[in-house]
Nanobody
Framework: QVQLVESGGGLVQAGGSLRLSCAAS????????MGWFRQAPGKEREFVTA????????YYADTVEGRFTISRDNAKNTVYLQMNSLKPEDTAVYYC?????????????????????WGQGTQVTVSS
């Protein structure tokens, strides 16, 4: 069992930056693939990015590639999402998620079903 708590959301102008954090409880954080998803009003929750257990491999949605960067610090049980060049269409609730299988897959890690544990979400609002 792991508990995830996101922080760092807020209101930012278009073109600005935010850094989200997700702190995990438990001693097995380094065994999990970690992902970020987001959900805009009236839309389904969608994949944003995922990172391998060591942090050496990452995947990104096409919509955020080159603007967002995922990273992790296993010593601090924390995963980060650095978001630059934010656009109004990035407005959403952002969720971090943990996949206890530890398997980072091109298809698998982009699907919600791969993740057993979810945080409560943090709101990101980008104004135009």
């Amino acid at each position: 069992q792991v508990q995830l708590v996101e922080s760092g959301g807020g209101l930012v102008q278009a073109g600005g930056s935010l850094r989200l954090s997700c702190a995990a409880s438990g001693r097995t954080f380094s065994n999990y693939v970690m992902g970020w998803f987001r959900q805009a009003p009236g839309k389904e929750r969608e994949f944003v990015t995922a990172i391998s257990r060591s942090g050496s491999s990452t995947y990104y949605a096409d919509t955020v590639e080159g603007r967002f960067t995922i990273s992790r610090d296993n010593a601090k049980n924390t995963v980060y999402l650095q978001m630059n060049s934010l656009k109004p269409e990035d407005t959403a609730v952002y969720y971090c998620a943990a996949d206890p299988t530890g398997i980072l897959g091109t298809y698998r890690s982009r699907t919600r079903a791969a993740y057993d544990y979810w945080g409560q979400g943090t709101q990101v609002t980008v104004s135009s």
